[in-house]
T-cell receptor, first 112, second 116 residues
Framework: AQSVTQLDSQVPVFEEAPVELRCNYS??????LFWYVQYPNQGLQLLLK??????LVKGINGFEAEFNKSQTSFHLRKPSVHISDTAEYFC??????????FGKGTTLSVSS | NAGVMQNPRHLVRRRGQEARLRCSPM?????VYWYRQLPEEGLKFMVY????????ESGMPKERFSAEFPKEGPSILRIQQVVRGDSAAYFC??????????????FGEGSRLTVL
């Protein structure tokens, strides 16, 4: 079975500062990794995904993530955040034939 | 292009009543997933369905909860004899293929159940 740990429940940052949201996973088989974003009272939207190939994945809204197999991590980064990036971010993992398993989420709060 | 449609968006029930949540997947999607979201607990997988088949219900409580995805019509998550602990946001997602591959999940905006 797979599991996901998001190491920070809340991350407050100032506008234009860089941010990293941490995600670690565990699995005994090869996995696929995802980051989703949820704005208040809305559903989840895919930011980016790692399936195979290059370990650096670029997504929407200027976000990127790096798959690190040795550290079983898939941290999400953005070099300069905006107020509009305030939302909840979920890391998720799946393996072949299984449903997506989500972490508990990280609330990113961007202030001016 | 309509996305995943869930209704009702908000539902209030008294303890002991039944709750029915509906989900229409994106056009052409034949895989549906239900998740439950509780504050500070993230999204918990409940069930994965294809048309007329339950593929994985490992996350469904054994009692009072059921799900279906008929040949025609939306997927329905049914909760019988609701209790206060059932209060949560229930999200439906759909995909073209199983999520354990390249299939991206597309989420609805959720149905928020409040049990009084």
């Amino acid at each position: 079975a797979q599991s996901v740990t998001q190491l920070d429940s809340q991350v407050p940052v100032f506008e234009e500062a860089p941010v990293e949201l941490r995600c670690n996973y565990s699995s005994s088989v090869s996995v696929y990794l995802f980051w989703y974003v949820q704005y208040p009272n809305q559903g989840l939207q895919l930011l980016l995904k790692y399936l195979s190939g290059s370990t650096l994945v670029k997504g929407i809204n200027g976000f990127e993530a790096e798959f690190n197999k040795s550290q079983t991590s898939f941290h999400l980064r953005k070099p300069s955040v905006h107020i509009s990036d305030t939302a909840e971010y979920f890391c998720a993992v799946s393996a072949a034939g299984t449903a997506l398993i989500f972490g508990k989420g990280t609330t990113l709060s961007v202030s001016s | 292009n309509a996305g995943v449609m869930q209704n009702p968006r908000h539902l209030v029930r008294r303890r002991g009543q039944e709750a029915r949540l509906r989900c229409s997947p994106m056009k052409g999607h034949s895989h549906v997933y239900w998740y439950r979201q509780l504050p500070e607990e993230g999204l918990k997988f409940m069930v994965y369905l294809q048309k007329e088949n339950i593929i994985d219900e490992s996350g469904m409580p054994k009692e009072r909860f059921s799900a279906e995805f008929p040949k025609e019509g939306p997927s329905i998550l049914r909760i019988q004899q609701v209790v206060r602990g059932d209060s949560a946001a229930y999200f439906c997602a759909s995909s073209l293929r199983t999520s354990g591959g390249t299939g991206e999940l597309f989420f609805g905006e959720g149905s928020r159940l409040t049990v009084l």
